[in-house]
């Protein structure tokens, strides 16, 4: 699609370098994973003591992947992007020797891990987002290979295969617009807005053992979760699965609709900073002992369901929000049932990652006359 360079000029680029506001970490080839998730066995790369605050870049994995010739430069140089708009760090994951098999691995490039000193199995970990800022303005949204909400349908097979929308970056509202070229060999034709909400699709902790997961499903360890209201001000909670929890985070977003029907959403690389707290014994004092993960921000409860079956992720859901209102406010499964059918709602995170995903959100507001 059309470039627009001089809206783009607002957004500086963010190159890896040193952060000067304490604990930082970037994502250079020696502090990623491509494809696979942290686990266990994997060195840490920062350690933190529960409370503190770290910043983490994330890249994109757009431009760097093999079906889009693993060259960033000469990719993004079609659309229009100078070279000196092109991250360093793009450029160094791509010419690594990292292990990588495109159709064996996930897509994502995962910054990590970071230590949390003291993180048992049993404990909760809180990841507070406190900000996310673009490090450059532009981003692809990809729909191939088949996948998405309407695979072997769009993109249309053998004629629009595999299928790059570029999209920019722009000021407007706090947060930014995004942009799409309706045509982009006439630019006269005008083109599409729609607000930027910046957040990371993926945020978790390494599982036991020596094995990395795959990036693409989520699971109880979080990972690839694209819940679009885990943005500035929310807070994930995830189980502790191993020693010191070893966080992660990647697959960054300026903005997602929920479902992701295309199979990515306005994927684009930011700068993360995260407070990291531990809520000792918090996984073992709910429902199961090994919860699902949740979130919440200043307005609403996030219960989070999953399943390869969109039908059962539902189910997971609400069990969810089962748990939420009955462990935290005390309020009887058969009353908290009857709430969320009336007040509650309940959306498709996304269905393009295997294991599906529904969120729901309960306000907050409705609570303030019941005592947790």
């Known amino acids: 699609m059309t470039a627009l360079p001089s809206d783009r000029a607002s957004f500086p680029v963010l190159q890896p370098g040193a952060h000067t506001d304490g604990a930082y970490l970037n994502s250079l080839p020696e502090n990623v994973f491509w494809g696979r998730l942290p686990c266990q066995d994997d060195t840490p790369r920062a350690a933190v003591n529960p409370g503190e605050v770290i910043t983490v870049d994330t890249l994109s994995h757009e431009g760097v992947l093999e079906d889009q010739g693993r060259e960033p430069e000469e990719f993004f140089g079609r659309f229009g992007i100078d070279r000196a708009e092109v991250l360093d760090d793009a450029r160094a994951v791509a010419a690594s020797g990292l292990a990588h098999d495109f ?27 406190l900000a996310l800022t673009p490090r450059v303005g532009y981003g692809m949204v990809s729909a191939r ?30 947060a930014g617009t995004g942009v799409m070229a309706v045509d982009r060999d006439n ?3 005008g083109r599409i807005t729609f607000p930027l909400s910046p957040f990371l699709g993926v945020m978790g902790v390494a599982t036991p053992g020596s094995q990395r997961l795959h990036s693409v499903p989520p699971g109880r360890h979080g990972g690839n979760i694209d819940v679009n209201l885990l943005g500035v001000g929310s807070t994930f909670y995830l189980p502790v699965q191993v020693p010191d929890a070893l966080a992660y985070f990647g697959d960054p977003h300026f903005a997602q609709g929920d479902g992701e029907v295309a199979l990515t959403a306005f994927e684009a690389s930011l700068r993360a900073t995260v407070r990291l ?96």
Not at 106 to 129: E, Q, Y
Not at 284 to 304: H, K
């Open 187 to 189: 630019p006269d034709r």
């Open 103 to 129: 159709w064996d691995d996930g897509p994502h490039v995962v910054t990590g891990p970071v230590a949390v000193r003291g993180a048992r199995p049993g404990d909760l970990l809180a990841i507070t987002v």
């Open 145 to 174: 290979h088949g996948f998405g909400a309407l695979p072997g349908e769009m993109p249309v097979p053998g004629v629009t295969d595999p299928v790059t929308t570029f999209a920019t970056a722009v000021p407007g509202h706090r």
């Open 277 to 372: 707290d531990l809520i000792p014994g918090g996984a073992t004092r709910r429902p199961g002992g090994t919860p699902r993960p949740f979130a919440e921000t200043d307005d609403l409860l996030i219960p989070i369901g999953m399943d390869e079956d969109l039908d059962e992720a539902m189910k997971d859901a609400v069990r969810c929000a089962l748990d939420l209102l009955a462990t935290d406010y005390g309020i009887e499964r058969h009353l908290a049932m009857a709430y969320l059918s009336a007040a509650g709602d309940f959306s498709v995170s996304q269905v393009v990652d295997a294991t599906k995903g529904v969120h729901g959100k309960i306000r907050k507001a409705d609570l303030r006359e019941v005592r947790r």
